[in-house]
T-cell receptor
Framework: GDSVTQMEGPVTLSEEAFLTINCTYTATGYPSLFWYVQYPGEGLQLLLKATKADDKGSNKGFEATYRKETTSFHLEKGSVQVSDSAVYFCALSADSSASKIIFGSGTRLSIRP | GAVVSQHPSRVICKSGTSVKIECRSLDFQATTMFWYRQFPKQSLMLMATSNEGSKATYEQGVEKDKFLINHASLTLSTLTVTSAHPEDSSFYIC????????????FGAGTRLSVL
């Protein structure tokens, strides 16, 4: 079945460091791909998404490119801030209605001042 | 963006009791709501999908009689964990789809259930 694998955390970086959180997926067909973020004490929020191969999703300085050839959707940010500390979830949906989302296990990111 | 409120955020109960968790869409009508369960350091696992006014659709392996879901209105769904046992201790998260953003799920903050 469809699945998502993302790098285990926790990831600890200094402020202004470059961030990469790896995510690969397994799916039949052409899923939509998502990154969700969960700040402490809050619900999951959609950070960015891409719906077809070579699409780049971007938001708040974060980017991820839908790579069909490597079945990947790595999350990157050039310069992280303390406020980026959160848990990040990679996810996929095989249908356009997003009614069935499969999540990765989440990566906890901590940024040191 | 759309707001989904989940209550309570944390609950501790004795084994054998039942616990109700509420999920409300505050500023939109949720035609579909979802209930997830998350074990420590694991993915969110979909438990069931509920549509307003109809019976919930449960994922394989989820006990319908253990996890009762009611979606009585377009803004409220409830999950009742009946006769809770320590193995039911987990983090439960709801989400909702509706309004003008049918292809995005909006999530609640989750409820941490601890069964003693």
């Amino acid at each position: 079945g469809d699945s998502v694998t993302q790098m285990e955390g926790p990831v600890t970086l200094s402020e202004e460091a470059f961030l990469t959180i790896n995510c690969t997926y397994t799916a039949t067909g052409y899923p939509s791909l998502f990154w969700y973020v969960q700040y402490p004490g809050e619900g999951l929020q959609l950070l960015l998404k891409a719906t077809k191969a070579d699409d780049k999703g971007s938001n708040k300085g974060f980017e991820a490119t839908y790579r069909k050839e490597t079945t990947s959707f790595h999350l990157e940010k050039g310069s992280v801030q303390v406020s980026d500390s959160a848990v990040y979830f990679c996810a996929l949906s095989a249908d356009s209605s997003a009614s069935k989302i499969i999540f990765g296990s989440g990566t906890r990111l901590s940024i040191r001042p | 963006g759309a707001v989904v409120s989940q209550h309570p955020s944390r609950v501790i109960c004795k084994s054998g009791t039942s616990v109700k968790i509420e999920c409300r869409s505050l500023d939109f009508q949720a035609t579909t709501m979802f209930w997830y369960r998350q074990f420590p350091k694991q993915s969110l696992m979909l438990m069931a999908t509920s549509n307003e006014g109809s019976k919930a659709t449960y994922e394989q392996g989820v006990e319908k009689d253990k996890f009762l879901i009611n979606h009585a209105s377009l803004t409220l769904s409830t999950l009742t964990v009946t006769s809770a046992h320590p193995e039911d201790s987990s983090f439960y998260i709801c989400s909702a789809i509706g309004g003008g953003t049918k292809n995005i799920q909006y999530f609640g903050a989750g409820t941490r259930l601890s069964v003693l």
